[in-house]
């Protein structure tokens, strides 16, 4: 499959913890090894994605993981100033209007703003990026939990509604006109491979509405269920058991029934999906790694990822 290859920005959605960051990371690193230009992108400046990558801190303009890929860390009062100097063209003021407390007074109670501000800096960087910028082919966007990551992606609708006419108007339409564009956004949900985590990942298919027809692929992730982790449950219990070693079999065993379960899982997952028409979805399957993740980690995670490879 290739479902993540003609699209511009993907966003990264599912429950917190899950591994939305990871799977993020991930996803970047297969889109530059299949010769993309790819920037990751969070919001809200966290620095969880800086440090999947390897580096530290955080910053708002792109720094380089490898040749091919870039990472971002965008705030709202970043966005706000470049939103200022790219929109509004009132450049040098712009520092001084927008650290005013009562403009960020402003900002802060405007609902719906601080995702508007964000995803316009990330619509404006690919889809018009300024000479001195780096052209992406894609951007890989860490977004927020659920629900909240529900209405980050309808916020350009929310916005447009609520806004009517003006700078603000103009780019909330901008914004849908991306996100709601199948051509140019992909949804990716990440979920675990137990019953609920399932169930909830299906609950959010269903409440996308228009843009479910969007979503490009489901990542079970931390599973036990990979081809190597089976292979080496089944090769471990041969072992224990022709060494006369019950004890150890009885542990294995445990294992297997975890790698049953999810197996379950995946499978509710999989009809799910046939239920409601939409097995064009990649599922993609990712294992729990035993050690914490780091940046050769996320190289593990990303060889699991078909998505790119064409
Ligand atoms: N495949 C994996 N194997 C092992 N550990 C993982 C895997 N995926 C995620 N983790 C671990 O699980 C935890 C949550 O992952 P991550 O931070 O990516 O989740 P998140 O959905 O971004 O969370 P948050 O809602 O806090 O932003 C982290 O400690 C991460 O290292
Ligand atoms: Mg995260």
Redesign the pocket.
């Known amino acids: 499959m290739t479902v993540g290859v003609n699209k511009r920005l993907l966003v990264v959605t599912?429950k917190?913890?899950?591994?939305?960051?990871?799977?993020t990371a991930a996803l970047g690193v297969a889109s530059a090894n299949a010769g993309r230009t790819t920037t990751t992108v969070e919001f809200d400046g966290l620095s969880?994605l800086a440090q999947l990558h390897g580096l530290s801190g955080r910053q708002f303009d792109p720094r380089t993981v490898t040749p091919k890929l870039d990472t971002m860390s965008l705030t709202v009062m970043e966005c706000l100033g470049d939103f200022g100097r790219r929109v509004l063209k009132i450049g040098a003021l712009v520092r001084v209007v927008f650290q005013n407390r009562i403009v960020r007074a402003l900002v802060d109670g405007v609902p719906g703003i601080h995702d508007l501000l964000q995803l316009g800096k990330l619509r404006n960087l690919i889809a018009e990026p300024l000479p001195r910028d780096r052209k992406y082919d894609l951007a890989i966007l860490?977004a927020p939990?659920t629900g909240h990551g529900l209405t980050l992606l309808d916020s350009g609708l929310t916005m447009a509604e609520l806004t009517r006419v003006g700078p603000l108007h103009e780019e909330a339409n901008q914004i849908e006109a991306w996100l709601g564009n199948s051509e140019l956004t992909g949804i990716v949900i990440?979920t675990l491979a137990e019953r609920l985590p399932v169930q909830e990942a299906l609950e959010m298919l269903d409440n996308l509405g228009a843009k479910r027809t969007q979503v490009v692929a489901v990542v079970l992730?931390?599973t036990q269920l990979t081809t190597e982790d089976v292979a080496v449950t089944e090769a471990l219990h041969a072992a224990v058991r022709g060494a006369g070693r019950e004890d150890l079999a009885l542990l294995l065993d445990r294992e297997r029934a975890v790698a049953n379960r999810q197996a379950q899982a995946a499978a509710v997952l999989r009809d799910g999906l046939e239920e409601r028409g939409l097995t064009h979805i990649d599922l993609i399957i990712?294992?729990?790694?035993r050690t914490?993740?780091d940046r050769s980690?996320i190289d593990t995670?990303a060889a699991h990822m078909e998505v790119f490879s064409g």
């Open positions: 599912g917190g913890g899950v591994g939305r960051s990871v799977v969880s860490d939990a990440v992730n931390q990712l294992p729990k790694l914490t993740v980690g995670l």
